[in-house]
Structures are given as structure tokens and as C-alpha cells.
């Protein structure tokens, strides 16, 4: 049996989601005043023309009520999510108001290299090699970032940490190094051989390909 407070709710995706997910009786309390729960909710999705999902909303009563809640869902021309967007809604008026946006960028061979999430400034941009294998991961922000080329580069980015990474030749990784800024470095890009602390882990992988952890070198540089 579910036993649930604040039934009024339901109305709303994600609790009537939990509802409908198990198979159990339902209690549901609510001290909301009944006009305010005795209606029906409509939900509607709408579809492109390669059949994907790009709104989803719902509504009071049917497909002209005040809306209740609603999300969108951009694709690029190859298919793939590059922004969501949750919105703000007047539950009273059905008014859009702010949103909640997330974006990721691709390169041509449909690597991310980009993602910067839904109310944060801090982004994480990705470098690959020729096998499509991380070698470089970076954490960092540019809140003046606008065209799609900057989102291949570090340059002008304030980098707070980075982590890097080289393969072997049967592609095993060999060697990766995490590296952080300093408070005190230089304001924008790569976290370079000083204004960084690295702890670099080591290894050597077996004959099938297993790492077998050795120990690990850490070094400092830069301002304590």
C-alpha cells in the first residue's frame, strides 16, 4: 500500500509517475482545498517528423487548459539532444516564465566536447584522439562564451582542474594526471606547468590488458 501526503500533487508528472509505477493500493492526503485538486490533467507530447519527442506539457482538464508544467527538447541535424529546457509556469495563469537550460556541444565525429548544465556556469569540455579516446578533460568556466568554435578550445576559459590521460599501444590507459589551479593563477586557460598540483597515478597493464596499480607520484608546483 502507498501512502502518500500532499495527494493534491499528483497532478503534477513526476508524483503521478511514482503513482502509476507500482502496482499497490493508494491512500492519498491532502489538506488543499478540493477545488483545487478535483480536476482532471491532460498531457501531450509532440512529436517532429523523425518521430522525436520535442515538448512535453501538461495541463488542467484537456489540451486548452491553464498550463501546468512544460519541457522542450532541441536536436541538431544528425539527431542528437544539443538543449533541453524545463520552464517556470504561473500555475494560476498557465504564464511561461523562467527556464532552466542545458547544452552540449559535438564535434564532427559526434564526440561531446561540450556540456554545460542546467543553472550552472561551470562546463566541462572533453579532447579526443584519433580513436575517439579521452585524452584531456577540463572543468572550468567562460561566462562570455557565444560561438560554437569556442567550444573546441580552452583558450580565454578559466580552467579550475583538469584531468589528462595517454594509452598504450594496445589502448590501455598508461598514465593519467589530475592537475587543479591554484587561488593565485594566471585568470584564463589551460592549467600549465606551474599554478598546478598534480597527482599522477601509475601503472602497468598486464598481458590482457588489466591494470596493476604500482603506487602513485604526486608532485606539487607552484605557490604552496
Do not use: C
Amino acid at each position: 500500500m502507498l501512502v502518500v501526503d500532499e495527494a493534491h500533487r499528483s497532478i503534477y508528472q513526476k508524483y503521478r509517475a511514482l503513482f502509476n509505477y507500482y502496482d499497490a493500493p493508494l491512500v492519498g492526503l491532502t489538506a488543499t482545498p478540493k477545488d483545487e485538486i478535483d480536476r482532471n490533467t491532460y498531457s501531450g507530447t509532440l512529436y517532429d517528423n523523425l518521430y522525436s519527442a520535442f515538448s512535453s506539457s501538461t495541463r488542467h482538464g484537456n489540451s486548452s487548459g491553464a498550463l501546468l508544467s512544460r519541457s522542450d527538447t532541441h536536436f541538431d541535424d544528425r539527431g542528437r539532444v544539443y538543449r533541453t529546457v524545463v520552464w517556470a509556469v504561473n500555475p494560476s495563469t498557465g504564464a511561461l516564465g523562467n527556464s532552466l537550460t542545458s547544452n552540449t556541444w559535438y564535434d564532427a565525429g559526434g564526440n561531446e566536447i561540450k556540456s554545460l548544465p542546467a543553472g550552472s556556469k561551470l562546463f566541462t569540455k572533453t579532447a579526443y584522439d584519433i580513436l575517439g579516446r579521452v585524452t584531456i578533460q577540463y572543468v572550468g568556466f567562460d561566462v562570455d562564451e557565444t560561438t560554437y568554435a569556442e567550444a573546441q578550445t580552452v583558450t580565454g576559459d578559466t580552467i579550475l582542474e583538469q584531468q589528462e590521460m595517454s594509452y598504450n599501444a594496445v589502448g590501455a590507459v598508461l598514465n593519467s594526471v589530475s592537475r587543479q589551479r591554484y587561488h593565485d593563477a594566471p585568470a584564463t586557460n589551460a592549467v600549465k606547468d606551474f599554478y598546478q598540483q598534480i597527482r599522477r597515478p601509475l601503472w602497468w597493464p598486464d598481458d590482457v590488458r588489466f591494470p596493476t596499480p604500482t603506487g602513485v607520484a604526486q608532485q606539487s608546483l607552484g605557490s604552496p
